[in-house]
């Protein structure tokens, strides 16, 4: 039993690895190692393309995961006030946006903005004489589509696990309900607030689907890797893969840990 | 005197400036309320908090119906009765957690139904405790303080908060967390949260029910003390009537939301407005009825047994051969379970002093058992 498990982790991490390893190779060819070096490293990050790249990429995840933060927190505490069937639909409709696949909101997004541009830019054109197209802003409205359900559904665990009369308790103390949302509700969420900031901020820095779909003329780091590899996998794209991975490996832990010490001040 | 509005009554209750050069003591907290309400706005025989015709609905279940509930200043009452009864949502409606269907609710002579629990110059410690767990305790003890507008100072704040937890015997503790306090500790930094607010009345939703058999009994007598002390009025809600008769000046037992019967520990205790009342406060035994619509009720203590018939005192409404069945010993008396043919099973108990005299019963052994005319209480079965 123990061995086939760890054969299934070598099967899983085992490309993950390698590609890090190589990241850190001397010579010019990806999979041909002729000693250690940062040299790659340097090379990427002089690469004026992959920091433009780096740049688009950073904004959007920030946008995603601001917006998603704000409206997500305010989703949860929306559904905490409606019962019965209606909650039951917010619910289910919550999961659904976390599971539809990432193709699928791409090519939605994608048809469903062609179709407002089609509709609005002659309107628009002949006004102020401006078009709407694709970009940056489109490819972080839809993160914060399936990011509002991420944020929503760690607020939500952390809503249900509070102690409602905390609430009591502050208004009991002369608390008025903004007073109380501020003092005690807020600092309480914040830790799943925090979590589902850095979720977002990671889902939307590594996503490569639907910002292909509705990127257009913006290149975010993930398209850049995906664009470049059709020229052979050089040591440079390595390093630029390690770096996504290692900023997403360590905001999830982060998250991670935040989650756990809320826990403890949960009640 | 009387104030206009709630938010000014608010106001008087602690004025800042004040604070800390008044709460030095328990006896400075009394000063205070002299110097607050002068010539006793809150007169010995005012009530603090008064239902007139409260009935809260669920759905079609009223919890509580046409409640004329009332409490007076100063005092201790408690309100008792099995879960179920109406006594939470009467705390809750009193707190402003909960508005009644009808009927209205005064807190100190002010109309206050539908004002929401922020405005209400109440306070209450929560079956819980519910402190607030990202707050230190002197932050969680300055919360209500702290809502005030104008806000107090920080330095009169912090004197205050270290009076109030003097008060509840918990010096220094300000700075820790509640998760690094015990039960007790947590229920005394509750108190001191509601009570260096000065509420008119503190309200206690079973408090003790978290602690453990030992500890209880030390907090029944802090609580009752601490009442004494700041003078404020105590308002308790349990279904341990132990706790409700030793602890308060008048107990309210309620069922299925209304009020059965109010009034002192020893008048619930010795005259029962029904059966319903004798069977919860305190242990009883029922025997059959003049008629079917009443039972005779004596209590076990009232009961005299001897080793005959013959033996037992003069002057007895009631002499009957009996059996022992169980012998329970309980240090200062003895609980005997006894059967007589007449009569079916019922209780004794049987003081030390009696036992020294008149020797311990077996099981088996073949004894007698009488009571004084005095001592029967004939209750309706409502």
Same mark, same amino acid.
């Given at each position: 039993m123990r061995i086939y498990a760890i054969l299934i982790y070598i099967f899983l991490y085992a490309p993950i690895a390698l590609i890090v390893g190589f990241?850190?190779? *001397?010579?010019?060819? *990806?999979?041909?190692?002729?000693g250690f070096s940062v040299e790659w490293y340097a090379k990427a990050f002089s690469n004026p393309l992959i920091m433009e790249a780096l740049r688009t990429s950073v904004f959007i995840a920030f946008s995603t995961a601001l917006l998603s933060a704000i409206i997500g927190t305010l989703t949860a505490l929306g559904l905490e006030r409606v019962s019965g069937w209606l909650r039951t639909a917010f619910d289910a409709l919550i999961y659904v946006a976390i599971m539809v696949p990432g193709i699928v909101i791409g090519i939605s997004t994608l048809i469903a903005f062609v179709s407002f541009f089609d509709l609005v830019n002659p309107w628009l054109t002949s006004a102020w004489s401006i078009k709407l197209e694709m970009g940056a802003w489109a490819v972080i409205a839809a993160h914060v589509l399936f990011n509002i359900a991420v944020v929503a559904l760690l607020v939500r665990a952390r809503l249900q696990g509070m102690d409602r009369s905390l609430v009591e308790a502050s208004e009991d103390l002369y608390a008025t309900p903004l007073g109380t949302f501020r003092q005690v509700v807020l600092p309480l969420l914040a830790p799943a607030i925090l979590a589902g900031f850095l979720l977002a901020f990671t889902f939307s820095f590594e996503d490569f689907i639907i910002a292909y779909f509705v990127a257009g003329p913006n290149t975010t780091l993930p398209i850049y890797v995906f664009s470049s590899i059709r020229r052979g996998v050089t040591p440079e794209i390595n390093a630029v893969g390690t770096v996504v991975l290692m900023t997403s490996f360590a905001l999830l832990i982060v998250a991670q840990l935040i989650l756990q010490r809320g826990q403890k001040t949960a009640r | 005197m009387r104030c206009s509005g709630l938010m000014a009554e608010r106001k008087l209750i602690v004025p800042p400036d004040d604070v800390a050069s008044m709460i030095d003591t328990a006896a400075g907290l009394m000063e205070l309320q002299e110097t607050i309400f002068p010539?006793?706005?809150?007169?010995?025989?005012?009530?603090?908090i008064e239902f007139r015709q409260v009935t809260k609905r669920f759905g079609t279940v009223a919890a509580v119906a046409d409640n004329n509930l009332s409490v007076k200043a100063g005092e201790f009452l408690s309100i008792l009765g099995p879960s179920g009864c109406g006594k939470t949502t009467s705390l809750r409606m009193m707190a402003g957690f909960e508005q009644p269907t009808s009927g209205e609710v005064f807190i100190r002579g002010q109309n206050?139904?539908?004002?929401p629990a922020y405005r209400r110059p109440v306070n209450m410690v929560f079956q819980h405790y519910a402190l607030f767990p990202h707050l230190s305790v002197a932050d969680n003890v300055s919360y209500g303080l702290r809502q005030r507008t104008p806000r107090p100072s920080a330095s009169d704040i912090s004197k205050a908060v270290d009076e109030a937890l003097a008060m509840v015997r918990l010096?220094?503790?300000?700075?820790?967390? /509640?998760?690094?306090? /015990?039960g007790g500790q947590l229920q005394r930094v509750a108190l001191a949260r509601a009570l260096i607010n000065r509420p008119a009345v503190l309200l206690l939703d079973e408090?003790? %029910? %978290?602690?453990d058999r030992k500890l209880r009994r030390d907090m029944q007598i802090e609580l009752q003390n601490l009442q004494r002390d700041v003078g404020i009025t105590f308002l308790l809600v349990t279904h341990d009537q132990e706790e409700a008769l030793s602890m308060s000046d008048r107990v309210c037992v309620m069922r299925e939301g209304k009020i059965v019967q109010t009034g002192s520990p020893r008048e619930l205790y010795?005259?029962?407005?029904n059966r319903y009342v004798a069977d919860f406060v305190g242990k009883t035994n029922f025997f059959k009825g003049p008629s079917t619509d009443e039972t005779l009720s004596v209590r076990p203590e009232m009961i005299e047994i001897a080793a005959s018939v013959a033996r037992l005192p003069e002057g007895l409404a009631a002499r009957v051969p009996v059996k022992v069945l169980n012998r329970i010993f309980l240090g200062e008396h003895t609980e005997y379970r006894v059967a007589s043919e007449a009569l079916g099973e019922f209780m004794v108990m049987a003081p030390r002093k009696s036992e020294r005299e008149a020797g311990v019963y077996d099981i088996g052994d073949m004894i007698a058992a009488g009571w004084r005319a005095e001592s029967e209480r004939i209750l309706p079965n409502t």
């Open positions: 990241s850190f190779n *001397a010579g010019k060819y *990806a999979m041909d190692w002729q | 010539g006793g706005l809150v007169a010995q025989d005012q009530n603090v206050v139904t539908g004002v010096d220094g503790y300000g700075k820790r967390r /509640s998760y690094e306090l /015990s408090p003790l %029910a %978290a602690l010795d005259r029962p407005v």
